[in-house]
């Protein structure tokens, strides 16, 4: 089992950056595997990065060349670098753990609102 608590939502202006924090507990032995996902509301929870399992970063297009997926295995920690915000990033953040294809860890999230 893997319990995952984010942290570092808010509320900001439009062009301000934010730091997510994801820490990780119980049967991980690596941060390959975790990643980002966002749902607004009224839409699908949708990929935002991730770290694959062979340790590759991946990114949703929109999110390419603004957020930063990073992390620390001695503390089982990921985190997402948001900069450049804009309104339509607002949005529920939840810190994913995959080990497998079929086995899928999810955070309470975190709320994003970025004002215009």
């Known amino acids: 089992q893997v319990h995952l608590v984010e942290s570092g939502g808010g509320f900001l202006q439009a062009g301000g950056s934010l730091r997510l924090s994801c820490v990780a507990s119980?049967?991980?032995?690596?941060?390959?595997?975790m990643g980002w996902h966002r749902q607004a509301p009224g839409k699908q929870r949708e990929l935002v990065a991730r770290?694959?399992?062979?340790?590759?970063?991946i990114y949703k297009d929109s999110a390419k060349g603004r957020f930063t997926i990073s992390g620390d295995n001695a503390k089982n920690t990921v985190y997402l670098q948001m900069n450049s915000l804009k309104p339509e990033d607002t949005a529920v953040y939840y810190c994913?753990?995959?080990?497998?294809?079929?086995?899928?860890?999810w955070g309470q999230g975190t709320q994003v609102t970025v004002s215009k």
């Open positions: 994913n753990y995959r080990p497998y294809q079929n086995e899928d860890y």
């Open positions: 770290i694959t399992s062979g340790g590759v970063t």
């Open positions: 119980g049967s991980i032995s690596s941060i390959n595997g």
